[in-house]
Nanobody
Framework: QLQASGGGWVQPGGSLRLTCAPS????????IGWFRQAPGKEREAVAC????????YYAGSVKGRFTISRDNAKNTVYLQMSTLKPEDTAIYYC????????????????????WGLGTQVTVSS
């Protein structure tokens, strides 16, 4: 079970930090990712961090604005979101995978075996 938190309302250009807390150590998973789903749209991958190797992956729409990171001591994964845009408005979900990591599959939701409840992010003026 994963728990995502930190969502809220922010004006365009603002920042938010989302937190994902797995029920166990993050090292139990091969990777942890963030997805989002806006109203009327399909769920899309946002970012992913490997736990076995220091690599991160981002969707093109957030690259340079969002940063995914992991705090091993707190067993927590963060998504720092900056320069937020109205199109970033969505429910954000964190997910974890115990499956062997393959670079080409990080953005495929089927790769992830555990999901948490989402947290709403609203960007508007």
């Amino acid at each position: 079970q994963l728990q995502a938190s930190g969502g809220g309302w922010v004006q365009p250009g603002g920042s938010l930090r989302l937190t994902c807390a797995p029920s166990g150590p993050t090292s139990d998973y091969n990777s942890i990712g963030w997805f989002r789903q806006a109203p009327g749209k399909e769920r899309e991958a946002v970012a992913c961090i490997r736990t076995d190797y220091p690599r991160t992956y981002y969707a093109g729409s957030v690259k340079g604005r969002f940063t995914i990171s992991r705090d091993n001591a707190k067993n927590t994964v963060y998504l720092q979101m900056s320069t937020l845009k109205p199109e970033d408005t969505a429910i954000y979900y964190c997910a974890a995978s115990e499956v062997r990591f393959i670079t080409s599959t990080w953005s495929n939701s089927d790769y992830y075996t555990q999901w948490g409840l989402g947290t709403q992010v609203t960007v508007s003026s």
